[in-house]
T-cell receptor, first 111, second 112 residues
């Protein structure tokens, strides 16, 4: 089975702190994605990557950056967390333009 | 920007009832996926429909892709409490670089 593992299920951070969200997949997928999920808004794409060291902006990249140094790992970085970044963050991977395999999510609260 | 409008946003029904969730767009999609998300978990793919007019069945769930590939529906027959969860439709558009466009989701609660 494909497994996508997100390092932290729940985080509480203070405004201005730097936040790292780690995601690892074990199926050698080329594509990895970071989404943000908020009630009534569905999933919104923050950043994605089709290859190592490659990254593309999604629909809402402001305030975020990403890193993909290894094929299996895709990190989301909040350089200076703000309260409006309180949300559920979902990492996903896929082999091609098709089924997404999601992690369990990281619920971030910024105080 | 392509949009997928999903309705209803919330649905609370009794066990045994039937229901339909709709996913509509003014744009054409190459394919459309349906995911289900349970509390505390990530979404899991239920089905992918590719051909206009296609109908797929998964036990009590029936998925349909519109003839023009702009809309889709999910019908659940005789809903059970285990069907409770968030249902998400997602369209694949090559106009958007192969990215999936997600609907807002339908929160379904099936009471025993």
């Amino acid at each position: 089975d494909v497994k996508v593992t997100q390092s932290s299920r729940y985080l509480v951070k203070r405004t201005g702190e730097k936040v790292f969200l780690e995601c690892v997949q074990d199926m050698d997928h080329e594509n990895m994605f970071w989404y943000r999920q908020d009630p009534g808004l569905g999933l919104r794409l923050i950043y994605f990557s089709y290859d190592v060291k490659m990254k593309e902006k999604g629909d809402i990249p402001e305030g975020y950056s990403v890193s993909r140094e290894k094929k299996e790992r895709f990190s989301l970085i909040l350089e200076s967390a703000s309260t409006n970044q309180t949300s559920m963050y979902l990492c996903a991977s896929s082999l091609s333009a098709g089924e997404l395999f999601f992690g369990e999510g990281s619920r971030l609260t910024v105080l | 920007t392509q949009l997928l409008e999903q309705s209803p946003q919330f649905l609370s029904i009794q066990e045994g009832e039937n229901l339909t969730v709709y996913c509509n767009s003014s744009s054409v999609f190459s394919s459309l996926q349906w995911y289900r998300q349970e509390p505390g978990e990530g979404p899991v793919l239920l089905v992918t429909v590719v051909t206009g007019g296609e109908v797929k069945k998964l036990k009590r769930l029936t998925f349909q892709f519109g003839d023009a590939r702009k809309d889709s529906s999910l019908h659940i027959t005789a809903a059970q409490p285990g069907d409770t969860g968030l249902y998400l439709c997602a369209g694949l558009s090559y106009n958007q670089g192969g990215k999936l466009i997600f609907g807002q989701g339908t929160e379904l609660s099936v009471k025993p």
